[in-house]
Every structure is written in C-alpha cells, then in structure tokens.
C-alpha cells in the first residue's frame, strides 16, 4: 500500500471548522482516498472517500489536490463528540476494503 | 439493525491458556478481517477471509487462529504461543472487492487482558 503522512495531532476550538491534513506523495492513479475516524474505546468509522474531485457527505468534506498528492478533510462546525482519531487511508480499487493500511492517524481535540 | 457484535468487551486471561474472541456480523459481507490495535497506534491486521471455509494470513499472524465455518462468523483464537496478547482487538466486515460499496464495518472491539 502507498503511504500516507499525516500530524499526530490537532486542536480545534468547538463550533470552529478544522482542516485535517494528509500527504500522500507515492499515491498511484487507481489509488482512492478514504478516511476513517475513530471514537476512543470504538471500532473505526468510516467518514468519507474520493479518487479526484472533492467530495461532500453529511459528515464532512474531502478537498483533493490537483495532483492528488496530497488531501485535506474538512469538519465545517467541529463538535465536542468530533474528538477523535481520525485515518487517512489509500486503497487501490477493486481491493478488499479491510485490507487498508491504518497507521497512526491523526489525534483531534476539541475544546469547548 | 444490522451490524457487528465483538464478545465479550472486556476479557481477562491467565498467562498459557488460550481464549478466543467471538465475531458475529448480520450485513450479509463476505469478507472479514482481525485487527490488533495497541496503545496510541494504528490498527495491524492478523487475518482476513474473503469467503467462508477460506481465510488468509495478514501481517501479525503469529501466536492466533481463526476459523470461518458460516458466513455470519469469524472467531479469533489468541493461543499461548502469542508474546504479547494484551491489546484492543477489531473485527471488520466488507463487501467482497469489487464490489460497488467501499467501506469497511467495524465492531466495538474487545479488550483483552493477560493477568
């Protein structure tokens, strides 16, 4: 699997939008994009995914560059129960969805 | 509501016994996945099985066994051959590759105890 870079960790104040950020500079052409986020004490969630454009869901955004090699998650109003761990993850289509690398993400703290 | 149920949350284990972690998804997924996940790192795959009756090894396989004799049903045997068992372990289903739905369903977790 290529890999991604992402900070250890991140603060944002409530209400406040945050911008999760993510390198992937060996990603290749068949590579999408997906991020997972995970509440302490839970299994992962998923959160959103995408190959090229920038893609909306009802939990956030995914801003991709231009050469993909890089891509930013966008949490619009962070919540309190936002805090999280949250994994930006390659997987090359047609590949087993729970085959995914999940490295050590990026920790989120919101403060109220 | 369909999901994944991991068994018990919490498990306590004498060092040399073996103890197996149950698994049960009702999302019709073919494909099933352990995950190990230790304090403050990522999640490390141990095995996988795409279909029933068949299952693969993943990176850390060593010192586990799984077994997949239905399609709702994956345990996780954690053998006393494993160093280091203490750790937050995941269970994940999916829809086979290729399919149209990308995503990967994860249970709660348990977390096991050597004592």
């Known amino acids: 699997d290529a890999k991604t870079t992402q900070p250890n960790s991140m603060e944002s104040n409530e209400e406040e939008p945050v911008h999760l950020p993510c390198n992937h500079s060996t990603i290749s052409g068949t590579d999408y994009i997906h991020w997972y986020r995970q509440l302490p004490s839970q299994g992962p969630e998923y959160v959103i995914h995408g190959l090229t454009s920038n893609v909306n869901n009802r939990m956030a955004s995914l801003a991709i560059a231009e050469d993909r090699k890089s891509s930013t998650l966008i949490l619009h109003r962070a919540t309190l129960r936002d805090a999280a761990v949250y994994y930006c993850?390659?997987?090359?289509?047609?590949?087993?969805?729970?085959?995914?690398?999940f490295g050590d993400g990026t920790t989120l703290t919101v403060k109220p | 509501d369909g999901g994944i149920t991991q068994s018990p949350k919490y498990l306590f284990r004498k060092e040399g016994q073996n103890v197996t972690l149950s698994c049960e998804q009702n999302l019709n997924h073919d494909a099933m996945y352990w995950y190990r996940q230790d304090p403050g790192q990522g999640l490390r795959l141990i095995y996988y099985s795409q279909i029933v009756n068949d299952f693969q090894k993943g990176d850390i396989a060593e010192g586990y066994s799984v077994s997949r004799e239905k399609k709702e049903s994956f345990p996780l045997t954690v053998t006393s051959a494993q160093k280091n068992p203490t750790a937050f372990y995941l269970c994940a289903s999916s829809m086979p590759q290729g399919a149209v739905s990308t995503e990967a369903f994860f249970g709660q977790g348990t977390r096991l105890t050597v004592v």
């Open positions: 993850i390659l997987r090359a289509f047609n590949t087993n969805a729970g085959k995914s690398t």
